[in-house]
RNA sequence: GCCCACAUAGCUCAGUAGGUAGAGCACAUUCUUGGUAAGAAUGAGGUCACCGGUUCGAGUCCGGUUGUGGGCUCCA
């Protein structure tokens, strides 16, 4: 009861709203399109600069690709024969059909594909964030974590049979390490197996179910298996993750496919001066920004961290006497990296205060005669702390500390 | 897509017995210069989701459509 009164008032879709991060307009734009605003627009950059800067970092080369393709890319990629009740009706172009893509797969594939790939080429790591469209069944809608048009945090790893526990092992601990960057520590991780109907010869299951749980045990973290409830073209890993109210969400997938390196006939050319089939495995991470979104506004409740925070801090001048002050103030807030506002509004100390606590800002800076005389500044947190005048430097430490940090305050 | 519920101002909601709409917040203008979560006045803002029916008359009753919420199923 309790909890449920709590989860109500973390409902991203009322907090999205009352701190102006996103909207949808099903009469103008359309059900499970997502209007990114300012605020929430600023955060996803944070979000996507933050993954993208890792992913560099380890070894990914980032692509682009169209958001339509022609059917024989669809047909060849089996999805116009699984997958077509989810995608959206075909776009006719002087005689040729175009489809959405619901997937980013068949796009990297002929990027693999677009010359001979050698052992030495490989592993490739595709990645890219590419914006998808599924058409999903109107009742099952809802806000940010079930849309219509997502934006994945997707790449394809293209390996040797030899590279492959290496990958897996690097994928799973890249994953853990990116959702701990967000705030995320409590994880449960499912090994999902072969299912009856399926694809690919039964050698490759087993090298591929073993690696999967090779690296389960290894990551240390608590791990189940689902039986038979792996794809019809590879077994995954899917990570769950725990909020902030203990409800789990799954975010990672990590899964292999045999079914598009057949279909596409995928090779390289290994030492023997012979094409071989790579492996294909495919991972999306935060899953989705919309649903990462949505689950990042509810385990923080609107507080987000404050590395994530759309405005860190407000300046709060009592009366108009200190605006000039404040935007002194401001101007080297801005200078030390901070993001800053000045309520310069006329309304009172107190309504300035519960504005800036309505708006989950981190810092408020009080500024009044007293500062303004001392050339401090008086801070307040958004839990209602009081940390008291203090100079202007000591400030800027504390607050770029939280956000080196990542902390929460 | 299925089952149940709901649809009044940007938001949260009132609307009593069917008699052609109200509050608070937000917004605008003015006054107010105030030490840690709301200073005050005035003003603007609605085809009561849409279509049809019953009625002298429908926000209110009936049917349909669309959308939303909760559950089921499915997924990033």
Redesign the pocket.
């Known amino acids: 009861m309790q909890r449920l009164e709590e989860a109500k008032k973390r409902d991203h879709?009322k907090l999205g709203?009352d701190l102006d991060l996103f909207s949808t307009n099903?009469e103008m734009v359309g059900?499970g399109l997502i209007l990114w605003h300012p605020k929430g627009g600023l955060i996803r950059y944070l979000m996507e600069e933050h993954s993208k800067r890792i992913h560099l970092e380890g070894g990914y080369e980032f692509v682009f690709t169209p958001h339509i393709g022609r059917s024989v890319l669809w047909e060849t990629s089996g999805h116009l024969d699984f997958y077509k009740e989810s995608m959206y009706a075909p776009i006719e172009i002087d005689n040729q059909e175009y489809y959405l893509k619901p997937m980013n797969c068949p796009f990297h594939v002929q990027i693999y594909k677009s010359r001979v790939r050698s052992y030495r080429d490989l592993p490739i790591r595709m990645a890219e964030w590419g914006t998808v469209y599924?058409y999903?069944?109107?009742?099952?809608?809802?806000?940010l974590?079930?849309?219509?048009g997502?934006t994945?945090d997707d790449a394809h790893l293209f390996c040797a049979p030899e590279q492959m526990p290496e990958e897996i092992d690097k994928v799973l601990n890249f994953s853990i390490d990116l959702l701990k960057d967000f705030g995320f520590d409590d994880f449960k991780l499912y090994l999902s197996t072969r299912p009856e109907k399926r694809v690919g010869e039964e050698a490759k299951w087993d090298a591929a179910e073993d690696a999967l749980l090779q690296a389960l045990q290894r990551s240390g973290y608590p791990y189940d298996i689902n039986e038979g409830d792996g794809a019809f073209y590879g077994p995954k890993i899917d990570i769950y993750v725990t909020d902030a109210l203990e409800r789990p969400w799954?975010?990672s997938?990590i899964q292999f496919d045999f079914n598009l390196p057949e279909r596409f006939d995928l090779t390289f050319i290994g030492p023997d001066g012979q094409p071989h089939r790579p492996y294909m495995i495919h991972r999306?991470l935060m899953?989705?920004m919309?649903?990462f979104f949505g689950v990042l506004i509810e385990h923080y409740g609107g507080n987000f961290p404050v590395w994530l925070t759309p405005v860190q801090v407000k300046l709060i001048p009592?009366?108009?006497?200190q605006n000039d002050y404040a935007y002194e103030i401001a101007r080297k807030l801005k200078d030390a990296g901070l993001r800053v506002e000045v309520d310069d509004s006329?309304?009172?100390?107190?309504?300035k205060?519960?504005n800036a606590?309505?708006e989950k800002i981190p810092y408020?800076l009080?500024l009044?005669?007293?500062?303004m005389d001392a050339g401090q500044v008086?801070v307040?947190l958004r839990n209602?702390k009081?940390l008291g005048a203090m100079a202007l430097e000591e400030f800027i430490a504390l607050a770029q500390e939280a956000i080196e940090k990542k902390i929460a305050i």
């Open positions: 879709r709203r099903h059900g599924r999903e069944r109107s009742g099952v809608l809802h806000g974590t079930r849309v219509r997502f994945q799954q975010l997938t999306a899953g989705s919309e649903r009592i009366t108009d006497t006329d309304a009172r100390m107190n309504a205060i519960r606590q309505l408020m009080i009044g005669a007293k500062e008086n307040r209602g009081r």
